[in-house]
């Protein structure tokens, strides 16, 4: 039971681990970098990343995170987590209020953003970008200190397990 809790425990700080650092590179380098852009770029960027996006690795990590820290606390619960569980038990709450804004902030945004359609003039691009940009870094920050936060709760949680265990 240690291993598969252990490999649980590992595989969710993984994943959150990615999660973060990808929210957090959108925060500090992608979104600054389209920020300087004109909305024509800044529009098409975010609509073939929002696009782009859509793929096993980014799914496999996403949904996949909740589950296997569910299991990570479920077998800690069962068997001895120790002082490991309250950190793998915040992770898991973190990465919810990640999941949770992505699921009801940041994906309608990019639904909305994909079908603006293409206005025939540049205010009407200046206007697509107006209604999404600024809602849509607000509410990414949020995910990736959300995301962070999980993985760094994570990450010590392995250090307690692996104390407690080894």
């Known amino acids: 039971m240690r291993a598969l809790t252990t490999l649980a425990l590992l595989a969710g700080t993984v994943a959150t681990g990615?999660?973060?650092g990808l929210f957090a590179g959108f925060a500090y380098?992608?979104?600054?970098?389209?920020r300087r852009g004109d909305d024509h770029t800044f529009v098409t960027a975010m609509?073939?990343?929002?696009?782009?996006i859509l793929n096993g690795w980014f799914l496999g990590c996403f949904m996949g995170a909740p589950v296997v820290l569910a299991a990570a606390v479920a077998l800690q619960w069962a068997g001895d987590g120790g002082a490991a569980l309250p950190f793998t038990v915040a992770g898991l709450v973190l990465y919810l209020v990640m999941f949770a804004v992505t699921a009801a902030v940041n994906v309608p945004l990019n639904e909305r953003l994909a079908a603006a359609g293409e206005p025939d003039d540049?205010?009407?691009?200046?206007?697509i970008r107006e209604r999404f940009e600024s809602s849509w870094v607000?509410?990414?920050?949020?995910?990736?200190?959300?995301?962070?936060?999980?993985?760094?709760c994570l990450a010590w949680a392995l250090v307690?397990?692996?104390r407690a265990t080894g």
């Open 18 to 20: 990615l999660m973060a």
């Open 29 to 34: 380098a992608v979104m600054p970098g389209l």
């Open 47 to 52: 609509r073939r990343i929002n696009e782009a």
């Open 122 to 127: 540049a205010s009407g691009l200046a206007a």
């Open 138 to 152: 607000a509410w990414n920050t949020v995910r990736a200190v959300a995301a962070t936060a999980a993985f760094g």
């Open 160 to 162: 307690l397990y692996g």
